[in-house]
Nanobody
Framework: QVQLVESGGGLVEAGDSLKLSCSAS????????IGWFRQAPGKEREFVAV????????WYDDSVKGRFAISRDNAKNMVYLQMDKLEPEDTAVYYC???????????????WGQGTQVTVSS
């Protein structure tokens, strides 16, 4: 069992940066791959980025590639999502999630945080 708590969301202007944090508790956090997902009003939850258990493998959705960076610190049970050059289209609730599978589908993730709101104004 892994418990996840996101933080760091807020209201920013287009072109600004934000860094989201995902704090984990529970057993064997370092055994899980961690993904970031987002959900905008009226839309399905979509994949943003994933990092493997050791931190040396990452994958991004094309919409954020080159602007977002995912990282983790297993000693601190933390995962981060650095978001640069934010666009209004990035507005959504952002979730971190844990999976035993290195995957992009939200259906493959077993544990979810409660989400943090990111709003980007134009």
């Amino acid at each position: 069992q892994v418990q996840l708590v996101e933080s760091g969301g807020g209201l920013v202007e287009a072109g600004d940066s934000l860094k989201l944090s995902c704090s984990a508790s529970g057993r064997a956090f370092s055994n899980y791959h961690i993904g970031w997902f987002r959900q905008a009003p009226g839309k399905e939850r979509e994949f943003v980025a994933v990092i493997n258990w050791s931190g040396d493998g990452t994958w991004y959705d094309d919409s954020v590639k080159g602007r977002f960076a995912i990282s983790r610190d297993n000693a601190k049970n933390m995962v981060y999502l650095q978001m640069d050059k934010l666009e209004p289209e990035d507005t959504a609730v952002y979730y971190c999630a844990a999976s035993s599978t290195y995957a992009v589908s939200p259906r493959r993730y077993d544990f979810w945080g409660q989400g943090t709101q990111v709003t980007v104004s134009s």
